[in-house]
C-alpha cells in the first residue's frame, strides 16, 4: 500500500509509466517519487501496487464530474483495445498446424467447394481448362485448406456425377406433367460437329418449365 500527502492545486505530477488505464488522466505521481510509489491527485489516496479500484472508488465519491468523464472514455477505449488484444494473440501451435492441414477428401467442408467448383464449370459453360493456375489462386487465397483435384476428375467425375444427380431430378419432376410440348433445333459446332437438342416444356405448378436435353445439367442445375 502507498500513500501520498496533501498535494496543492498548482502542483505539477507526472503520470504513471506505461500505464494504459484511463485513470491515470486524473492521478499521477510528484516528479521527486522515482519509484512512482505515492499516487496524488489533490490530497491523499491509497492503492496498491497495480490496483486502479480505489482511485477510480475516490473519483466517484470525491470528484463524480471527473468520474463521469473516466467512464465515457473507458467506454470508447475499450473496443479499440480487446480488438488490439486479440489480434495480437499468439496463435497455439495445435491452431497453426490446423490452418496448414488439406481438408480430407471425405469430408464435407472439400465436397462443397468441389461442387461448388463443379457447378461454375457447368452453369457458366466454362471449359475444363479453367481449373487453371490463376483460379486454383483464387480458391486457394480463399480457403488455404482445400486442395485441388486434377482436371482429370472434373471431367470424368465431378460433372458426369452432378449429371446423374440433376438428371435424376429432372426425371422426379416431369413424371406427373400431364402436358408438354416440345421443340427442337439444328445447329452445327465451330468444327462443323452436327447438333440436335430437343426442349420440353411443361407447367408445374402453374410455373412454365423449360429443360433444354443436351444441355439438360447445365440449364436445370440452377432452378
Given amino acids: 500500500m502507498a500513500s501520498a500527502a496533501a498535494e496543492s492545486d498548482n502542483e505539477v505530477f507526472v503520470p504513471k509509466r506505461n500505464a494504459s488505464c484511463i485513470i491515470w488522466n486524473w492521478f499521477g505521481f510528484s516528479p521527486d517519487d522515482k519509484e512512482q510509489r505515492n499516487v496524488i491527485y489533490k490530497e491523499s489516496v491509497k492503492a496498491s501496487d497495480g490496483n486502479t479500484t480505489n482511485l477510480f472508488n475516490h473519483?466517484?465519491?470525491?470528484?463524480?464530474?471527473?468520474?463521469?468523464?473516466?467512464?465515457?472514455?473507458?467506454?470508447?477505449?475499450?473496443?479499440?483495445?480487446?480488438?488490439?488484444?486479440?489480434?495480437?494473440?499468439?496463435?497455439?501451435?495445435?491452431?497453426?498446424?490446423?490452418?496448414?492441414?488439406?481438408?480430407?477428401?471425405?469430408?464435407?467442408?472439400?465436397?462443397?467447394?468441389?461442387?461448388?467448383?463443379?457447378?461454375h464449370l457447368v452453369k457458366d459453360l466454362c471449359p475444363v481448362r479453367t481449373v487453371g493456375v490463376g483460379f486454383k489462386k483464387i480458391i486457394k487465397t480463399l480457403d488455404p485448406r482445400y486442395a485441388f483435384s486434377s482436371r482429370k476428375y472434373f471431367s470424368n467425375t465431378a460433372i458426369p456425377r452432378m449429371y446423374a444427380e440433376c438428371k435424376v431430378r429432372v426425371a422426379e419432376n416431369i413424371q406427373n406433367a400431364q402436358l408438354f410440348a416440345t421443340?427442337?433445333?439444328?445447329?452445327?459446332?465451330?468444327?462443323s460437329e452436327p447438333y440436335l437438342s430437343l426442349t420440353i416444356h411443361y407447367m408445374s405448378n402453374w410455373e412454365l418449365h423449360s429443360i433444354l436435353n443436351k444441355l439438360m445439367f447445365a440449364q436445370y442445375v440452377c432452378n
Avoid at 470525491?62 to 495480437?88: D, M
Avoid at 439444328?186 to 468444327?191: A, G, P
Wanted: charged letters at 25%; a positive charge; glycine letters at 0%.
Fill in 59 to 119: 473519483l466517484k465519491r470525491r470528484h463524480p464530474k471527473q468520474y463521469n468523464e473516466s467512464q465515457l472514455a473507458a467506454k470508447a477505449t475499450k473496443p479499440a483495445a480487446t480488438a488490439a488484444s486479440a489480434s495480437s494473440r499468439q496463435q497455439t501451435l495445435t491452431e497453426a498446424l490446423t490452418k496448414l492441414t488439406p481438408y480430407d477428401r471425405d469430408s464435407r467442408r472439400w465436397n462443397s467447394v468441389t461442387d461448388a467448383v463443379t457447378y
Fill in 183 to 191: 421443340t427442337s433445333d439444328l445447329w452445327s459446332s465451330r468444327t
